[in-house]
Nanobody, 128 residues
Framework: QVQLVESGGGLVQAGGSLRLSCAAS????????MGWFRQAPGKEREFVAT?????????YHSDSVKGRFTISRDNAKNTVYLQMDSLKPEDTAVYYC????????????????????WGQGTQVTVSS
C-alpha cells in the first residue's frame, strides 16, 4: 500500500509559477510509474504528466501543459514533483498525484485506470 500526499498548491496570478510535491509513504516510489492528473469544477479528471520508474527516466506531458509544466522525481526523497510555469487561468483545478504499479520500467501510463494509488489532491487557482 502506498500513501500519497500532495502539497504546494495555492493561489497565483496568471504567468506565475508553482511547484507541486507528492510525498509517498508505505512503499518506495522507485517501484512505481508516477503521474499527475487534474480536475476542474464540473469536468472530468484529466491526465497532465507521467514519469517512468526506470533509471532512464521517460516523461510525457499532455499537449495542454507541454512546454510549461515539468514532471520529475527524486527517489531518494520518495517524492515526485510538478513544476508549473507560465500558469493560465484554465490551469485552475485540483491536482492529484498517482502511482502505477506492475509497469515496465520505461512505461509512461496516461489514463486513470492504469493507476492504483491516489493522493487527496491540492488546489491550484490561477487568477487572471
Amino acid at each position: 500500500q502506498v500513501q500519497l500526499v500532495e502539497s504546494g498548491g495555492g493561489l497565483v496570478q496568471a504567468g506565475g509559477s508553482l511547484r507541486l510535491s507528492c510525498a509517498a509513504s508505505g512503499r518506495t516510489l522507485s517501484n512505481y510509474a508516477m503521474g499527475w492528473f487534474r480536475q476542474a469544477p464540473g469536468k472530468e479528471r484529466e491526465f497532465v504528466a507521467t514519469i517512468s520508474r526506470s533509471a532512464q527516466l521517460r516523461t510525457y506531458h499532455s499537449d495542454s501543459v507541454k512546454g510549461r509544466f515539468t514532471i520529475s522525481r527524486d527517489n531518494a526523497k520518495n517524492t515526485v514533483y510538478l513544476q508549473m510555469d507560465s500558469l493560465k487561468p484554465e490551469d485552475t483545478a485540483v491536482y492529484y498525484c498517482a502511482a502505477s504499479q506492475n509497469r515496465l520500467p520505461t512505461s509512461t501510463p496516461r489514463v486513470r485506470y492504469e493507476y492504483n494509488y491516489w493522493g487527496q489532491g491540492t488546489q491550484v487557482t490561477v487568477s487572471s
